[in-house]
């Protein structure tokens, strides 16, 4: 059975850090590219990062190019999303998601129709 499980998340003030954490069950890590997205109240899902299987490529929304990067780790089934910088508008639940294997980030970042597994999610609430 196909799990994927965020965590990480929680209250930050604007210009703090956060690590988000996806621990993945189920299938093998590393035949699989693995994204985040969020999603703020009232407003659709959005993709922001994702790392492909084969050679590690990664990519970016606009809004959190050079302030967010994620990483894998194939060896502890995990990926992590390192986020810097953080700013009010980054506030929503993040998800992890699973595509099909042999799924290769696009460099615009990754769409939703494209993945069809995902976790529960996990808040972040960026305030002061």
């Known amino acids: 059975q196909v799990q994927l499980v965020e965590s990480g998340g929680g209250l930050v003030q604007p210009g703090g850090s956060l690590r988000l954490s996806c621990v993945v069950s189920?299938?093998?890590?590393?035949?699989?590219?693995i994204a985040w997205f969020r999603q703020a109240p009232g407003k659709e899902r959005e993709g922001v990062a994702c790392i492909s299987s084969v050679d590690g490529y990664t990519s970016y929304t606009d809004s959190v190019k050079s302030r967010f990067t994620i990483s894998r780790d194939n060896t502890k089934n995990t990926v992590y999303l390192q986020m810097d910088g953080l700013k009010p508008e980054d506030t929503a639940v993040y998800y992890c998601?699973?595509?099909?294997?042999?799924?290769?980030?696009?460099?615009?970042?990754?769409?939703?129709?494209?993945?069809?597994?995902w976790g529960q999610g996990t808040q972040v609430t960026v305030s002061s």
């Open positions: 998601a699973a595509p099909d294997p042999m799924y290769y980030c696009p460099d615009y970042g990754p769409l939703s129709m494209d993945f069809n597994s």
């Open positions: 189920g299938f093998t890590l590393r035949n699989y590219a």
